[in-house]
């Protein structure tokens, strides 16, 4: 329980603006300033030789503690005898957050850290926090506390975790209010002999106790245990044979639910307990609905159950429950659109999750499937005026002129399709909508990133960074000597040198990411020059994210890089502001009954494409060794 997670609040104040448009803010990250309760993180704990080394090392600054959302970095810090005060910089490019905290909105930072020591004490309930180590900086909405002080309790997912914690760090302290003061006539040596006879005695009776609990515990447990393994290997197994088929084709997995319908219906508990044990690879919403007991995640599946079985939503069983708890606490009743709507985004939203490359790029939202959008191409430079034309017309300089020219938007649909038919029923569909809704999200998700990185660019589909690289070539394309073979390993020092390929678009490290295939990923953990996510921060996510940095640029991994071969591209250079997502429409999941093959077709569609502002600008990327 000392690995949990604390966040503490405090207070700051928007600064100034520089030269650049960033936005400086200073303030406490945390003060000394105690609760009514006493906790408290004391002056001292600042300097120990843990606190801030490894977050000194990649000093970021997140919005809302999340890891996806980097909106500035620390650039100055002070430990004070009210705690610890820090000077930020919150980069223009950060959005509404950065307009947010402009406009005096977000007025609170929030520290997530990890208590190393502390001393708690059970009688006044206190938590004084010696030595911790930071792991990151945030600016949040609404902080736990607005004057710095905190609960420790509050960080806790239940009473139990809280006095496990307190276990920890609770110092016990020698009581002598109940000893009486006697006169002793044995020898000392007797008397400690006396003594250490009866601690024996009184351990080995405790042990003798414990190690029969044990036993008794130990034979429970393998007894339950050896009667779950056979039932879990069994639907264990009917679930790994369910997700295989499905993704081999929608024909194939409508086929295996068809034959599968009775053992499905007989597992129905067990099949969601394995799903909700191991997780789906989304994370939904788990919040409540305002009008009922329904989350996100059960509206989701209500929602694709009534797509399935082509009803409305609250045309299936689910359905019908979920609208009689909504609308049994509500004044008013409540329509499927507006579920529908809210579905739609929230898979959506799960898909952004799972993309590593979409995501770094800016959204551009279309009214066409085609849309013009002008540029300027090129700054043009202001002139120096003769001390002799002051007065004068010229004294203003040069007319500036501009030659404005233009590019493209152009969107592409991507779809996705499964099948169910007519005889499957809705109790065999229930059990296994978690893996629908992986299928849904899964098939958009792999198709962007491999689209965005290797498309051809052809009539339906956009054109990627390493198409638009290897078609540049010259300096875009950086064939180091590392081999597919693995006899020489990728280095930080080749994704440098393939920097040089961008030109002035490498200039400035705010603007560029790397994107590694995961054989290069593991070259580099061997590489002392590049840096772990354990020495960057604590930004790493399940499936998409930072993984690392070299020479401060973030690094990445997507799954869709090209297969290790001799002359393919290991890893992707590129300056995000140069390219557009232009996007028609999001996500959306239609269904139609077919009469002729007497199955159900689900299929969920989205328009977006992928342009550079510059053309043949931008990116760089870096190849294995030539044969």
Not at 114 to 132: C, G, N, P, W
Not at 605 to 615: E, K, M
Request: a negative charge.
């Amino acid at each position: 329980m000392n690995k949990k997670l604390l966040k503490l609040d405090s207070m700051f104040l928007s600064k100034a603006v520089n030269e650049e448009g960033d936005l400086i803010i200073e303030g406490f990250a945390n003060t000394t300033d105690k609760d009514r309760a006493g906790d408290v993180i004391v002056q001292e704990a600042w300097g120990t030789k843990s606190a801030l080394p490894n977050y000194l090392k990649n000093p970021i600054i997140l919005a809302y503690h999340d890891h996806s959302h980097p909106v500035g970095k620390m650039i100055s810090h002070q430990v004070t005898d009210k705690g610890l005060h820090i000077t930020a910089k919150i980069s223009k490019a950060a959005g509404q957050v950065y307009d947010l905290i402009k406009d005096e909105v977000l007025q609170a930072f929030s520290v997530g850290f990890r208590v190393l020591d502390a001393d708690y004490d059970s009688a006044t309930d206190i938590f004084v926090i010696k030595d911790l180590e930071l792991h990151e900086i945030s600016v949040v909405s609404v902080p736990m506390n607005q004057e710095s002080t905190f609960r420790i309790s509050k960080s806790f997912d239940s009473d139990d975790e809280l006095e496990t914690f307190k276990a920890d760090y609770t110092k016990p302290i020698m009581s002598t209010k109940d000893l009486e003061t006697e006169e002793f006539s044995m020898d000392p040596k007797e008397l400690q002999k006396t003594i250490d006879a009866a601690i024996a005695a009184s351990a080995a009776k405790l042990a003798a106790e414990a190690k029969v609990k044990a036993d008794a515990e130990a034979k429970e447990k393998a007894d339950t245990a050896r009667i779950s393994v056979v039932v879990k290997s069994q639907t264990e197994n009917l679930v790994a044979d369910l997700e295989a088929r499905m993704k081999v084709s929608a024909e194939a997995g409508a086929k295996a639910i068809a034959e599968l319908q009775d053992q499905i219906i007989a597992k129905n508990d067990e099949i969601k307990s394995i799903l909700a044990a191991r997780g789906n690879k989304m994370e939904f919403d788990e919040h409540k609905h305002a009008a009922g007991s329904y989350n996100m995640n059960d509206m989701t599946d209500a929602f694709l159950l009534a797509k399935v079985c082509s009803k409305d939503l609250f045309g299936t069983k689910l359905g019908t429950n979920m609208a009689k708890a909504v609308n049994s606490s509500s004044s008013g009743q409540v329509s499927s659109d507006k579920y529908e709507q809210e579905v739609t985004s929230s898979l959506y939203e799960d898909m952004k999750k799972m993309l590593t490359v979409q995501p770094l790029f800016r959204e551009v939202q279309l009214t066409s499937a085609t849309q013009v959008l002008p540029i300027n191409p090129n700054a043009t430079s202001a002139g120096w005026v003769d001390p002799a034309n002051y007065g004068a017309a010229a004294t203003t300089g040069p007319e500036l002129t501009k030659s404005l020219t233009e590019i493209i938007l152009q969107t592409f649909k991507l779809a996705g399709k499964s099948f169910i038919t007519d005889e499957t029923e809705e109790d065999a569909i229930i059990p296994i909508l978690p893996l629908l809704r992986d299928q849904l999200v899964e098939a958009h998700s792999d198709a962007i990133d491999l689209a965005f990185l290797s498309g051809s660019g052809s009539a339906n589909n956009p054109t990627g960074l390493i198409t638009r690289a290897l078609a540049t070539g010259g300096t875009s394309v950086n064939t180091t000597t590392a081999k597919a073979d693995g006899t020489v390993k990728v280095t930080a020092k080749m994704l440098l040198q393939t920097r040089r390929g961008l030109a002035q678009w490498g200039l400035k490290l705010n603007n560029l990411k790397i994107i590694v295939s995961q054989d290069a990923y593991w070259d580099l953990l061997e590489d002392t020059e590049f840096q772990n996510v354990n020495e960057v921060g604590n930004l790493a996510t399940k499936l998409t994210g930072q993984v690392g940095a070299v020479y401060g640029i973030p690094v990445m991994i997507s799954t869709q890089m090209p297969a290790k071969a001799v002359s393919a591209t290991y890893a992707v250079l590129v300056n995000t502001t140069n390219f557009l997502v232009p996007r028609l429409r999001g996500f959306t999941v239609q269904s139609e009954y077919s009469v002729e093959s007497q199955r159900r077709l689900i299929a969920s569609t989205q328009r977006l494409g992928f342009n550079s502002i510059i053309a043949d600008k931008g990116v760089a990327v870096a190849t294995y060794a030539a044969a």
